[in-house]
């Protein structure tokens, strides 16, 4: 129905793959993953085995195979074992009629076998801080040196323990994490940048034009300053503000066939709110040959409604058990296709800690959910389909850009804006603190290192999707109406919505099931 018409030229390229990256992990996290995953079961695995298996088609698959085929004597889990359990002929994703117990699939489109899949890994498994103090020095030593490494090409950085040095008037370009940013009693601005060696006070007066982008800076982004020291050499009178942002001439990768996606997020199964109607008029759509192309599902977040995720909350549900609310979710699951690929990650509502990055379900809930072998990878991470990337993440650091800018740049009415800000700052949870929780993890995971294509979000439940710099961002509405605190806050959430992406043009269509 409605596209923004962005024509891309089509990349030449070699065989497509589905590749889902954690942040900064390839399948080396993926073989510590195994490795864990074996050690649960009370195995020892070889770390060649470990590959084998991350390397497969199917990870996942192969990992469960493994597992179902070792006799429960064995000690340490060799290659030969692995080869042995991949041998027996089964397939990883499910096609052909339901049986009840396996998604359905009666399209006509092309079966899963046509499509080639792989997972190199994911941050499920891996998270390394303890929570220590020190964590948080080194996440966010981290964080300076991955942004500013971004901004380097541009900035010639003199690291802010050399300044005293330099003689007062002199230019001076520096790049670091905003530490403090508040008003003079003469109406400009302060702003205290850091970087690994000292602090420089920095002055950004509100008669010049780059004082209207004080509004969009947070605490602990990284940002580039260029400007003139003062003649006592202990200000910085700032000319330019310059943000790792993505370069204006970045062409995404599109698909070398007509292949769709369609991207949705807050399913909130479980919640009296949860919009049943609309879900079965989507799945129904889906089966139909006007979905054919639609091979990708991916979900952004909050498949279930949780428990005790706000005051009051249990009086809204249907369902008070986790557990039964997500075997209700895999029945959803179970109604779409069999030969689509579903991807998904968890939010804020979901069995999962809060700390961001999340990792992807546990066990337990992946078995809960297995009937449709659905791809279950962290919040956030980087999917690959058909050669083009797509970064999802649930969104909650939208609800701190939302209430930290003023209305002309971030609302709830048209949230690609701040997902805009995010892709400009490199990083999908900039400020720590407020709404966002930040796990201490060694690195940070949450920066943007690689450029996606597509940019997917969820959590604020409304629906919007635009373009930053050629990237196609979009915000992926709800299956969720109004809840009784939305009521109160006046806010109208866009309910029951699809949009649909063809991956060969990065066109958008939006489909209406409420
Ligand atoms: O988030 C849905 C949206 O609504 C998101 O913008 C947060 C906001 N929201 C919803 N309920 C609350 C309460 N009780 N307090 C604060 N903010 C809220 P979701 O993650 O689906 O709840
Ligand atoms: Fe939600
Ligand atoms: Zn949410």
Request: charged share 20%.
């Amino acid at each position: 129905m409605c596209s923004p018409g962005i024509n891309v030229p089509t990349p030449t390229g070699s065989a497509r793959f589905l590749l889902i990256t954690g942040y900064r992990d390839g399948v080396s996290t993926a073989v510590a993953d195994i490795v864990r995953r074996f050690a649960d079961h009370g195995y020892n695995v070889t770390p060649e085995a470990a590959e084998q298996i991350a390397t497969a088609q199917n990870p996942e698959a192969a990992l469960k195979r493994t597992l179902d085929s070792v006799p429960d004597t064995a000690l340490v889990v060799a290659p030969d074992d692995v080869t042995a359990a991949l041998q027996t002929d089964t397939p990883t994703v499910s096609t052909g009629g339901s049986d009840g117990n396996q998604a359905t699939g009666d399209r006509s489109g092309p079966t899963a076998a046509a499509r080639s899949v792989t997972i190199t890994g994911d941050i499920t498994g891996s998270s390394t801080g303890t929570g220590e103090y020190e964590d948080f020095v080194s996440l966010f030593q981290d964080r300076y040196e991955q942004l500013a490494a971004l901004l380097r090409n541009r900035i010639n950085h003199r690291p802010l323990n050399t300044v005293e040095s330099l003689s007062g008037g002199s230019d001076l370009e520096v790049i670091g994490m905003v530490s403090d940013l508040r008003s003079t009693r003469n109406g400009n601005w302060l702003l205290e940048l850091e970087d690994t060696t000292d602090t420089i006070p920095c002055l950004i007066s509100t008669d010049r034009e780059i004082a209207t982008l004080v509004d969009e800076l947070l605490l602990d982004e990284v940002i580039a300053v260029e400007g003139q020291l003062a003649d006592d050499g202990d200000l910085l009178f700032v000319d330019a503000v310059h943000f790792p942002d993505i370069p204006r001439t970045y062409e995404p990768s599109t698909a070398d066939r007509h292949v769709q996606a369609a991207l949705i997020s807050d399913v909130h199964v479980g919640s009296q709110d949860f919009m049943a109607e609309a879900w079965e008029a989507f799945v129904d759509w889906l089966h139909t040959p006007a979905a054919d192309a639609v091979e990708y599902l991916l979900i952004a977040g909050d498949m279930v409604e949780g428990v005790g995720v706000y005051p009051g909350q249990d009086e809204e549900l249907t369902i008070v058990d986790i557990y039964e609310q997500y075997e209700a979710f895999s029945e959803r699951l179970k109604a779409v296709p069999g030969d689509l690929e579903i991807i998904m990650i968890p939010g804020n509502h979901d069995a999962v800690r809060l700390a961001e990055p999340q990792p992807g379900f546990d066990d337990e809930l992946r078995s809960i959910m297995s009937a449709h072998d659905a791809r279950i990878t962290a919040n956030p991470s980087l999917v690959t389909i058909e050669g083009v990337s797509v970064l999802m993440y649930h969104g909650v650091s939208l609800d701190d850009l939302i209430a930290e800018y003023p209305d002309t740049k971030a609302t709830y009415d048209a949230p690609e804006q701040p997902m805009y800000h995010l892709l400009k700052k490199r990083h999908v949870a900039p400020q720590y603190g407020s709404h966002n929780r930040l796990a201490p993890e060694t690195t940070d995971q949450l920066v943007i290192d690689e450029i996606p294509d597509i940019f997917h979000t969820g959590h604020v439940h409304k629906l919007g999707y635009g373009t930053y710099h050629n990237v196609l961002a979009i915000n992926s509405g709800c299956w969720q109406a109004q809840t009784e605190f939305q009521s109160s806050m006046n806010i109208d959430p866009d309910a029951g919505y699809a949009p649909i992406v063809d991956l060969d043009t990065l066109d958008v269509t939006i489909r209406k099931f409420s």
